[in-house]
Nanobody, 125 residues
Framework: QVQLVESGGGSVQAGGSLRLSCAAS????????IAWFRQAPGKEREGVAV???????TYADSVKGRFTISEDNDKNTLYLQMNNLSPTDTATYYC???????????????????WGQGTQVTVSS
């Protein structure tokens, strides 16, 4: 059974930092792509960051230069380092997995088949 568990969320002031973790189990990590998404109240879920099939990271424009995605395959864990946070980053953050294959839109929600329960990030001004 595939399980993705996010952790590391919390409340910070604008300009602060958080590091999210996504622990994966029940799947062979090398067969999957795992990405970060977020959903703010009243908004659609959006892709944030992914390490794609070629090993290079892809970021949403809104987080480029502030967020960094990394992975530790030995621990089956994906990370999202978030720096210089702003209130617009307030959302529930999810990690999600899809089979490892090339897709045209690596951060498209519909490509992902397995989702974690999410972790809340709240940034105050």
């Amino acid at each position: 059974q595939v399980q993705l568990v996010e952790s590391g969320g919390g409340s910070v002031q604008a300009g602060g930092s958080l590091r999210l973790s996504c622990a994966a189990s029940g799947l062979t990590v090398s067969w999957y792509i795992i990405a970060w998404f977020r959903q703010a109240p009243g908004k659609e879920r959006e892709g944030v960051a992914v390490i794609d099939t070629d090993g290079s990271p892809t970021y949403a424009d809104s987080v480029k230069g502030r967020f960094t995605i990394s992975e530790d395959n030995d621990k089956n864990t994906l990370y999202l380092q978030m720096n210089n946070l702003s209130p617009t980053d307030t959302a529930t953050y999810y990690c999600a997995a899809r089979p490892r294959r090339w897709v045209r839109l690596p951060l498209a929600v519909y490509e992902y088949t397995n989702w974690g329960q999410g972790t809340q990030v709240t940034v105050s001004s």
